[in-house]
């Protein structure tokens, strides 16, 4: 078996949610491919130090704030990479290259420059997530209550949906769905169902959010652009990433009002299980946008909700 070389990337993000490419210089491996900055961890080094090391070194830049992302694997022809995803989101000094041949500011979901190496090309699609993903609750709140918060809640900016109700009859179930992706469409949003391929077809969704019970069954990926899953432990977790999912949501991390008596996974244990995944995780479970920060440094993509994803909902975490 080849030596695992371990490497430290920087995602590189603006406020506007552009972020940074690098051309690799010629007389490297793979010339003129873009990739994102950074290099090996040395010897007694933290995936973290190196990459502060590495953007000072390359860029000239020193890291104020950086969170740890995914984690990937790939197999070069030269080498075994284990590449550290870090987004780096505050630093300070201007950008000064010293080692690609380029730089570009790209968008998420509209990259110009190409190619990119093979084991950073899935993280193109990755950053075109948001860090909140709403859950709806139509069938406890009533479906006009539901899609009037769903409404006023894309307004002020939710761009993730999961469509989530397995308690409204079908024919009601249905009819919801499709209002509202025509809402999440008409204000730019993505929205997955959380039932079956054929509803979501039906609605127009954009993918489709497996439970964990269709997780485990789960033999392919299913056909669809965008595919989530609810994951509890690490096992659901390499299934989801086995299957080539986009991302996972993992919980509950908190006690939640649904099960009070029940204890969550805790940051503690949600950064080790999120650190091993090469999927985004969102972290789920009594949790309110205002833990956005610290789910952030534990490693996730953001925060999942129901409650807390609505007008009136917790701005705290907690049942």
Known sequence: MRKITEVAAAVLLRPDGSFL?????????????????????????????????????????????????????FEYEHAHVRLHFFRVTAWEGELRDHVHAALEWQR???????????????????LQLPDFYAITRAAQVGIPRQLADLQATLAGGLRLVQLREP???????????????ALCHGAGAKVLVNGTADEARAAGADGLHLPARALVAAGT????????????????????????????????????????GAPGLGWARFRTLAGRCPLPVYALGG????????????????????????????QRAGP
């Open 108 to 126: 998420p979901g509209a990259t110009t420059v190409a190619p990119m190496l093979p084991a950073n090309a899935p993280i193109l699609k990755a």
């Open 167 to 181: 308690d409204l009859a079908p024919p009601d179930r249905a009819d919801f769905f499709r209002r509202a992706v």
């Open 21 to 73: 490419l690098g051309q690799r210089a010629p007389g490297t491996f793979y010339p003129g491919y873009w990739e994102f900055p950074g290099g090996k961890v040395e010897p007694g080094e933290t995936p973290r130090a190196a990459l502060v090391r590495e953007l000072a070194e390359e860029l000239e830049i020193a890291v104020r704030e950086a969170h740890p992302w995914v984690l990937r694997e």
């Open 221 to 260: 990926r299913p056909d669809f652009e965008w595919v989530g899953a609810s994951c509890h432990d690490g096992a659901e977790l390499e299934k989801a990433a086995a299957l080539g999912l986009d991302f996972a949501v993992l919980g509950p991390v908190l006690p939640t009002a649904s099960h009070p």
């Open 287 to 314: 949790l309110a946008r205002a833990d956005g920060g610290e789910a952030l440094a534990a490693g996730a993509q953001g925060i999942a909700a129901i409650r807390a994803a609505w007008a009136g909902g917790p």
